[in-house]
């Protein structure tokens, strides 16, 4: 399995932007697709971003295309979520999802193949 901490999270203004870090460990991380997923008060976790193994290949969900930005480092172990045009429907708790090892982010989108979950961070984004 891989473990998953995230952080960078806070409280910010419609318009602001944020970078989270998910720092990973284990070995099977850089065999595995990372993504972000969140989810708001009272509703389901949503997908909202994942990138491939080699951090070559990125998929969106439609409300963050063209805002937010994947990447990975797998020298470092860290994947990392730019959220730009921050608005207050973003408002949720972000959490970092692992793939199972040698899966695509086709897998990711859908939430199918999802193996590990960190804890969260919170992005709060006010009018």
């Known amino acids: 399995q891989v473990q998953l901490v995230e952080s960078g999270g806070g409280l910010v203004q419609a318009g602001d932007s944020l970078t989270l870090s998910c720092a990973a460990s284990g070995r099977t991380f850089g065999s595995c697709p990372m993504g972000w997923f969140r989810q708001a008060s009272g509703k389901e976790r949503e997908f909202v971003a994942a990138?491939?193994?080699?951090?070559?290949?990125?998929r969106y969900a439609d409300s963050v295309k063209g805002r937010f930005a994947i990447s990975r480092d797998n020298a470092k172990n860290m994947v990392y979520l730019q959220m730009n045009s921050l608005k207050p429907e973003d408002t949720a708790v972000y959490y970092c999802a692992a793939g199972s090892p040698f899966t695509g982010t086709q897998d990711m989108g859908n939430g199918a193949s999802v193996k590990d979950w960190g804890q969260g961070t919170q992005v709060t984004v006010s009018s």
């Open positions: 990138v491939s193994r080699g951090g070559l290949t990125t």
